[in-house]
């Protein structure tokens, strides 16, 4: 009998081994039809001759839905360079059919105001040159593009270096992906062109930040440069929650000896809060079921404090402190 209960366990854990798969993400890199390359003359949609010459971005693989509209957060984070090919795993996971992907172009509120100086050299988000990192209050470049613009003489640089939370913007893109022997692999195709629609880089604009111009950059990842291999659109994802979202940290600074209480104006349902520190590991994540939270026996440091719905999605990020 003994031997029997032996071997039943022995079976059902290896039929959870087998069912496993790996999932990978791939980036097909374009301009329009063509294969992507540095210092290629090419066309954007407004006639602009053109050619790039750094085209470097985040990309956030937020969730998978997968078997009958199954949620998985993956939050992986990459950094995509156009000229070197991305084809990288992401996870492991009983899946069956894949449904879609969501992904975000940038990094993440709940992770975008790290200390880049204390992060592994294998992290994505650690120093960089040339630097991703635009400062800890602005947070990271989400995109840097840069190239030359050969409408007048002579020609002209331009720069678009595209940031801040307020853009960080989700959109899914159905697919079935591309299925192997326990394995699938998400495939995309990226063309960069989309990018800089509706940009006129003839004088060669010089914008870093979040201004209108980058705004529409980043609109335009989200919108445009994103398909899937069967030729899915992107779609963006509405956040109207985002604003909704109301919480305090008390007291805030605070010290290690003290309490800290996180209090909503409301009960919400389907909600975590997460909390990390400034190397971005997970100090705290739970469902929020109550309109207060206690914490305690917190080290010194600096730790940022989000809430995230069901899908992953960060609606609202605040930082707090913790003297010594």
Known sequence: MKKSIQLAILLFISSIAISQTKLSLKINHKLGANAFAYNSQTTNNLGNSLDFVRLEYYLTVVSVTHDGGTVTPINRVFLVNAGTTLLDSLTTL?????????IAVGVDPSLNHLDPSVLSSANPLSPKSP?????????????????????ITPNRVFEIHSLGDVSYFYST???????????????????????????????????????????????NFRDHVFTSIEGNPSVGVKMEERETIDFTISPNPT???????????????????????????????QNINSTSIQLSNLSQGTYICSVKNGESYT??????????
Do not use: C
């Open 94 to 102: 009983n899946i069956t059919t894949l449904e879609k992907v969501t």
């Open 131 to 151: 630097s991703m990192h635009w400062g800890w209050t602005p947070g990271y470049r989400f995109t840097a593009i840069e190239g030359t613009s050969f409408g």
């Open 173 to 219: 893109i159905n697919t079935a992906g591309i299925s192997g022997t326990g394995e699938k692999t998400i495939e995309l195709n990226a063309d960069y062109l989309e990018s800089i629609r509706d940009i006129d880089v003839t004088n060669g604009p010089l914008i870093h930040g979040e201004a209108t111009l980058n705004k529409k950059n980043l609109e």
């Open 255 to 285: 010290t290690e000896n003290d309490n800290i209480t996180i209090s909503f104006v409301k009960e919400y349902q389907n909600l975590s809060i997460v909390i990390i520190d400034m190397a971005g590991r997970l100090v705290l994540e």
């Open 315 to 324: 609606l609202v990020s605040r930082k707090f402190i913790v003297n010594k």
